[in-house]
């Protein structure tokens, strides 16, 4: 199995950055397609970005499309996620979430494994 931990959340006003690391241990990351969910205070948690197990293909949900990017590194056994031009409405609380499958999913129940969450804040 693999554990997770993010890191990296907090307050930004809106228009800044943040960059959110999740820190796997147990297991390489290489086994697994990785994904960032986020859930907003009285709403479902949604998918926001996942990164095939390779690297090579990534996918967004629109409204992220063009402010965020996900990326892995294979040295450090982590996954980030550059939040650039945040809105207010990107706050939530944000998970990863790995999956050992052979392809890419965006729905929630398809991954087994899943971090604590950090808290992103963006005030207006």
């Known amino acids: 199995q693999v554990q997770l931990a993010e890191s990296g959340g907090g307050l930004v006003q809106a228009g800044g950055s943040l960059r959110l690391s999740c820190v796997a241990s147990g297991r390489p990351l290489d086994y697994y397609n990785m994904a960032w969910f986020r859930q907003a205070p009285g709403r479902e948690r949604e998918f926001a970005a996942a990164i095939h197990a390779t690297g090579a293909t990534t996918y967004y949900e629109d409204s992220v499309k063009g402010r965020f990017t996900i990326s892995r590194d294979k040295a450090k056994n982590t996954v980030y996620l550059q939040m650039d031009s945040l809105k207010p409405e990107d706050t939530a609380v944000y998970y990863c979430?790995?999956?050992?499958?052979?392809?890419?999913?965006?729905?929630?129940?398809?991954?087994?494994?899943w971090g604590q969450g950090t808290q992103v804040t963006v005030s207006s």
């Open positions: 979430a790995a999956d050992p499958s052979l392809y890419v999913h965006q729905t929630q129940s398809q991954y087994a494994f």
